[in-house]
């Protein structure tokens, strides 16, 4: 059932990378490589936990940014969430693209609406993670971006490692809701239950709904193994074969995988244990759990214009 509407803004000048982002997390990537300046604004549809989410992708030229401000409330008006997208590799442009993005937020604070905000620091590219010039200039765009006492989260992304951005996009959404904290306990009692170092719930877009880590040297393995997940769908979908649970031995530690309802809704669950019998385990704990789930992903985001 679709509920309430959402907004999200994906801001940042012309380049940074926004359009590719967008398709990307909808996984049309074919279209990625006809992509053109994006004229004014373009909306787009998702459906995530049941709600209608409205994505609008704000044209950066110089033209249409001016439109924005003309047009204050019709752009900025009622938004939830504001995704900025800030160009790595085009270091003469920083000053330029943070003065946007503080114009931008002058508004949002007139209106009296500052909405959660998520920067990406776009276009870092997996051949270039190591160079010195680019390292020296992330840190750059962390600082500049972050000096305003925002409550802002600064995101490493590229469109080579599609996880950077579902990571991203998922920890906006997921910061919409009052249950967050709920989820996560939930999540802890079952890694309790089942003896898991790190849990990982997606929904049906990948979104990643909620996390579990034991420490953080779980919680980077655990994010290491997130490619496995498109593994397991595609298999899992094949006609021929019925996947039904991927289970993995890792050293000390096992791998586990599986598709499950939550009322009508799919979710992927993913868990590492130190049990070599999670298999048998999840499958006696898995009613319990999901009916838990039911009630804590009920009403599970919040938009601005409700709160």
Known sequence: MVKQMIKILFAGLQNSGK??????LQKKYSQIGGIRPTKGVERVGLDILGYNIRVWDLGGQEEFREKYFEKKDEYFSETDLLF??????DSRKYYESLTYFLKIIEVFKEQGNLPKIVIFIHKYDPDIQNDEMILKNLEKVRVLFTQENLDAEVFNTTIYNEWTLIQGFSFGVVSLSKKEKALQTRLQEFAEKTDSTYILLLDKNRVMIGSYKEDEMHRILGERLMPIIDVYSDISTFSMYKLTNLIAQLSDLTLFLKLIQVKDDPFYLMIISRSKEIGAIIEELLPEFVK????????????FQNV
């Open 292 to 303: 838990e789930l039911e009630e804590t992903l009920e009403d599970f985001l919040v938009p």
């Open 84 to 89: 900025y997208v800030v160009d790595l590799l």
């Open 19 to 24: 359009s590719s982002i967008i398709l990307t």
